[in-house]
């Protein structure tokens, strides 16, 4: 009843009124600056105030921002409720283009993803993991047609605890970009930044995660599917790996905003969150992506 509860209160503020689409918020904020704000006679100072006021800083959705009311792990566990909720936020932020004329640019970006015991007794946050990130993206016309671009990161991700129930780990990766029609395949491989074996949180977080990921990504109209895999390619019955599907669709027949979907995401393997990287979960969710 709580998650319930949760999510109609959460589509109710988000949703209610068609105003708050993002561009169009975005719009109210530089009007009333235009209307409403005295006129200050320093150029640079007008810039800075118009910047504090309009909350224009550049800053972009990165991977998915989503918000699931509704994940069920079909497993009973002692540790939770088999219901809980699951968001995400995830921004970018650019800071260079061109650097070395290759059309490549250079940015940060932060992703947090939590997991919120919402049927719970207190709704502790049983879990979130966080992700800063530096990565530089080129576009790759004079490569191959089909490739269109590719990026290296430097990424570290750690859930923020501490003592036996700390996780966390530092990579470089370099991901791809191919695509054929409407259909785009994403492979990535990654390398794991070495760390003194006293201060390794999860020394065997390879033998689960593996060195890298593939996903590929079809959008067709307004639908989206999404299949995400990951193995660690060990031939024995110590073969750990990951399959998922994110499906988003319109909701616009409910009158919710069009920049914001139905997401429905199926999963199967470890390491859905850092702190269950060597526990296999099953999970159904359900609920809102915000962007894709």
């Keep these: 009843?709580?998650?319930i509860l949760i999510f109609f209160i959460f589509t109710a503020f988000l949703f209610s009124n068609e105003k708050q689409k993002a561009s169009t918020f975005t719009q109210l904020k530089k009007d009333f600056f235009q209307t409403h704000i005295d006129k200050i006679n320093d150029e640079e100072t007008e810039d800075s105030l118009k910047q504090i006021v309009t909350s224009d800083?550049?800053?972009?959705?990165?991977?998915?921002?989503?918000?699931l009311p509704l994940s069920y792990d079909t497993k009973k566990r002692d540790d939770r409720e088999q219901f809980e909720t699951v968001f995400q936020l995830s921004v970018e932020k650019p800071f260079a283009y061109n650097i070395f004329g290759l059309d490549e640019s250079l940015s940060f970006a932060y992703t947090q993803k939590s997991f919120w015991q919402t049927s719970a007794k207190?709704?502790?946050?049983?879990?979130?993991?966080?992700?800063?990130?530096?990565?530089?993206?080129?576009?790759?016309?004079?490569?191959?047609?089909?490739?269109?671009?590719?990026?290296?990161?430097l990424l570290h991700e750690s859930n923020g605890r501490m003592g036996q129930s700390s996780r966390s780990?530092?990579?470089?990766?370099?991901?791809?970009?191919?695509?054929?029609?409407?259909?785009?395949?994403?492979?990535?491989?990654?390398?794991?930044?070495?760390?003194?074996?006293?201060?390794?949180?999860n020394?065997?977080?390879?033998?689960?995660?593996?060195?890298g990921d593939i996903t590929f990504l079809y959008p067709y109209k307004q639908?989206?599917?999404?299949?995400?895999?990951?193995?660690?390619?060990?031939?024995?019955s110590k073969n750990k790996g990951m399959f998922q599907v994110d499906w988003t669709f319109p909701l616009e027949k409910l009158h919710i905003p069009s920049k914001s979907f139905g997401f429905i995401r199926?999963?199967?393997?470890?390491?859905?969150?850092?702190?269950?990287?060597?526990?296999?979960?099953?999970?159904?969710?359900?609920?809102?992506?915000?962007?894709?």
Excluded at 57 to 65: D, S
Excluded at 132 to 145: C, G, I, Q
Excluded at 270 to 292: M, P, Q
Aim: net charge positive; glycine share 4%.
């Design 169 to 201: 780990w530092n990579r470089m990766y370099i991901e791809t970009y191919i695509q054929y029609s409407n259909l785009f395949f994403i492979p990535r491989l990654w390398y794991r930044i070495p760390e003194k074996n006293g201060d390794d949180d």
């Design 1 to 3: 009843m709580k998650v």
């Design 122 to 153: 207190s709704a502790p946050f049983r879990e979130t993991n966080y992700q800063p990130e530096v990565f530089m993206v080129f576009s790759s016309n004079y490569l191959d047609e089909k490739l269109k671009a590719f990026k290296i990161s």
């Design 57 to 67: 800083f550049n800053l972009y959705p990165y991977k998915k921002n989503y918000f």
């Design 203 to 211: 020394p065997n977080i390879y033998n689960y995660l593996g060195y």
């Design 266 to 292: 199926i999963f199967s393997g470890y390491a859905e969150s850092l702190i269950d990287y060597d526990k296999k979960i099953n999970s159904i969710s359900f609920g809102i992506a915000l962007s894709r």
């Design 223 to 236: 639908y989206t599917v999404e299949v995400k895999i990951r193995n660690n390619l060990k031939l024995s």
